[in-house]
């Protein structure tokens, strides 16, 4: 192997070194640029395979060219009302469990008003 083939190879295989020792150290660093906050705004955007995501962004949301949906989180109940929960799923990418909590809560809070709407409209 020529010199300069076995300085090239020396200083790539050290770098590479010195960034899985880095990652190995420090991977609360790693991850923490790897996910962003996301806001959970007014729309929440549904795959074909009611995925529920948060983020327009999401790199899940348009698989392989697949059209979303989006809705607004006061229309959720109008939405899935036919769907059973057992079909429903939460993206694990752009969903947090703070958000998870919130959806669940406003679809249970649409739930309710609609319950009660039904109740007063048999009285």
């Known amino acids: 192997m020529s010199d300069k083939k076995f300085k090239w190879l ?3 295989s ?8 880095f990652v190995w150290k420090y991977p609360e660093a790693v991850k923490a640029n790897s996910t962003k906050d996301i806001k959970f ?4 955007y549904i795959n ?3 995925t529920i995501h948060v983020s327009r962004k999401c790199s ?4 392989k060219g697949w059209k979303s949906k989006r809705i607004k989180v006061a229309d959720m109940y109008y939405y899935f009302k036919d769907t059973p929960m057992s079909d429903i799923s939460f993206c694990p990418h752009c969903v947090n469990d703070k958000d998870y909590e919130s959806i669940l809560n406003s679809l249970a809070f649409q739930l ?12």
């Open 41 to 44: 705004g007014e729309y929440l």
């Open 48 to 50: 074909p395979r009611s």
């Open 60 to 63: 899940k949301l348009n698989y």
């Open 10 to 12: 020396l200083i790539v």
């Open 112 to 123: 309710d008003n609609r319950v009660n709407e039904i109740i007063e409209s048999r009285n």
């Open 14 to 21: 050290s770098l590479t070194c010195i960034i899985i020792a």
